[in-house]
C-alpha cells in the first residue's frame, strides 16, 4: 500500500511538471509570434508659411578693389601711404627711382633732334632733285633714289619720335597715384624695397586700394544649390567677428563659371561663387572676415506642411519581388528585378490611425530647416509619424503596431521601439 502511495504521488508531481512545461512552451511560442509594437511621436499636418534657404560660408570682400602694380621696375623712394590711410582719386601712392628712365628720356629726345636734322637735309635735297628733274637735268633713277633717301630719313625720325614718347610713357610711370578714393586696404612694400614693372614681367602688387563703404559678401555654393538661387534674393549674413548681429544683404552677381577643388579625386567639389551686397552701413566691416550667408530663395505661405524627418523612402513594389521569388523564378532574374524595383523609389509619410502605421505617398515642395511643403497626398490635421528617426526611417511598414508617446517629444527624448 506504502509503495502505492509513492507511485501515485509520483505520477501526479511528474503530471504537474509535465503541464507546467506544456503551459510554458505555450507562453513562449505565443510570446514570440506576438506583433511588435513601436513607440513613435506623432505632429498634426498644419498650414505654415515656409522660406527655403541655402547656406553657405565665405569671406568678406570690398565690393570695388583696386590691386595696385608698377609698369616699370625699380626701387621705391617714396611711399608716403601706411596701410589704412584714406586716398583720394589722384594722390601720390609711391614714387620709383626714375634716374634710368630720365636718362633714356634724354638719349631718345637726343635722337630725334638727330632724326629731325637728318629729315630736313634729305627733304632740301630731294626737292631740289625735282627741280631738277623737271628741267631734264637728271635722270628718272637719280630722282628714284633722292625720294627713297627722303622715305628712309622720314621713318627714322617717325621711329625716334615715337621712341621718345615712350620714354616719356615710361618715365611718367615712376609715379603711381591713386585710381580712386578709398582706404590702403593692403601695403606689401617698403621703402627702399625694389619691384618689378608689368612690361616685361608678372610685376609686384604693391598695395590694395578699396572702398570700405561698399562691402560685399563672397560664398561658394555647391552644384546642387546653385539653381535655386536667383539676382535679387535676400540673405541674412553672420560675420564671425561680430555675435550680436545678423546683417542684410541682397545677391547681385551669380557666377556662370564652376570653381573646382580637388579634381579627379573622390574629395572633387564644384561650387560657383555668388556675390551678396551688404545694405547695413552701421557696421564696421574689414577685408577677409569671415562669415556664413543663408540665402533665401522661395517663400511661400499658408502652404500644408509636416515635419521634415517625418518625409521617408521606401522602395515600390516589394510584395510582388517576394512573391515572385516564393514562385521558384529564376533566382538570377529575379535578383536582377529586385535591384531595379529598389531603384523605384517613392517618398511616403506614416499616418497613425488606430495605433496602427499607414504609409501615404505625397509629393513634396519647398523646405527651410523643420518643416517640408506637402503638395499632394494629406489633408490638414491628419497625424503624421515625426519620430524617431530610427522608428520612420527603418522599423515602420505598412499596419504594424505603433504606440504614441509624445511626452518624450516634448522633453527632447528620442523615442525608440518595443
Do not use: H
Not at 563672397?218 to 538661387?229: A, F, K, M, Q, T
Amino acid at each position: 500500500m506504502a509503495n502505492n502511495k509513492k507511485s501515485k504521488k509520483k505520477i501526479i508531481i511528474f503530471s504537474i511538471i509535465g503541464v507546467l512545461l506544456i503551459v510554458v512552451t505555450l507562453l513562449v511560442v505565443l510570446g514570440t509570434k506576438r506583433e511588435p509594437v513601436f513607440t513613435v511621436q506623432t505632429e498634426k499636418v498644419a498650414k505654415r508659411t515656409i522660406t527655403q534657404t541655402v547656406t553657405a560660408t565665405g569671406k568678406i570682400y570690398p565690393e570695388v578693389q583696386v590691386i595696385i602694380t608698377p609698369e616699370v621696375s625699380g626701387e621705391i623712394i617714396a611711399l608716403p601711404m601706411k596701410e589704412g590711410t584714406k586716398v583720394n582719386r589722384g594722390d601720390l601712392l609711391l614714387k620709383i627711382k626714375p634716374d634710368i628712365y630720365m636718362a633714356m628720356r634724354d638719349q631718345a629726345s637726343s635722337g630725334v633732334a638727330s632724326a629731325k636734322a637728318r629729315l630736313q637735309q634729305v627733304d632740301a635735297e630731294y626737292k631740289r632733285s625735282q627741280e631738277l628733274s623737271a628741267k631734264g637735268l637728271i635722270s628718272a633713277s637719280e630722282l628714284e633714289q633722292s625720294k627713297m633717301s627722303f622715305e628712309v630719313a622720314k621713318a627714322q625720325f617717325e621711329q625716334a619720335d615715337a621712341q621718345l614718347k615712350q620714354s616719356n610713357e615710361s618715365l611718367s610711370k615712376t609715379s603711381i597715384y591713386s585710381p580712386m578714393v578709398g582706404t590702403i586696404s593692403d601695403l606689401k612694400v617698403e621703402l627702399g624695397e625694389r619691384v618689378l614693372g608689368t612690361s616685361q614681367f608678372q610685376g609686384t602688387t604693391v598695395m590694395t586700394v578699396a572702398d570700405l563703404s561698399r562691402m560685399e559678401a563672397r560664398v561658394d555654393v555647391g552644384e546642387n544649390d546653385i539653381i535655386l538661387i536667383s539676382i535679387g534674393d535676400t540673405a541674412r549674413i553672420e560675420v564671425d567677428a561680430i555675435q550680436d548681429k545678423k546683417l542684410v544683404g541682397i545677391v547681385y552677381e551669380i557666377g556662370n563659371s564652376a570653381k573646382t577643388k580637388g579634381l579627379g579625386t573622390q574629395e572633387e567639389v564644384t561650387n560657383f561663387e555668388v556675390k551678396i551686397r551688404i545694405i547695413d552701413k552701421d557696421v564696421i566691416l574689414r577685408p577677409g572676415m569671415s562669415m556664413t550667408a543663408t540665402v533665401e530663395t522661395e517663400t511661400k505661405k499658408n502652404v500644408l506642411t509636416v515635419p521634415i524627418q517625418s518625409v521617408t523612402t521606401r522602395a515600390m513594389d516589394k510584395s510582388k519581388d517576394k512573391k515572385a521569388s516564393e514562385d521558384g523564378e529564376d533566382m538570377a532574374a529575379t535578383d536582377s528585378r529586385i535591384k531595379q524595383k529598389a531603384e523605384k523609389v517613392k517618398e511616403i509619410v506614416f499616418i497613425a490611425d488606430n495605433n496602427v502605421a499607414k504609409a501615404v505617398e505625397v509629393k513634396r515642395g519647398i523646405s527651410d530647416d523643420s518643416y517640408t511643403e506637402i503638395l499632394s497626398g494629406l489633408e490638414e490635421n491628419k497625424e503624421v509619424v515625426s519620430g524617431s528617426y530610427k522608428a520612420i526611417n527603418r522599423e515602420l511598414e505598412e499596419g504594424v503596431k505603433i504606440k504614441i508617446d509624445n511626452v518624450k517629444k516634448k522633453s527632447g527624448k528620442d523615442g525608440g521601439s518595443k
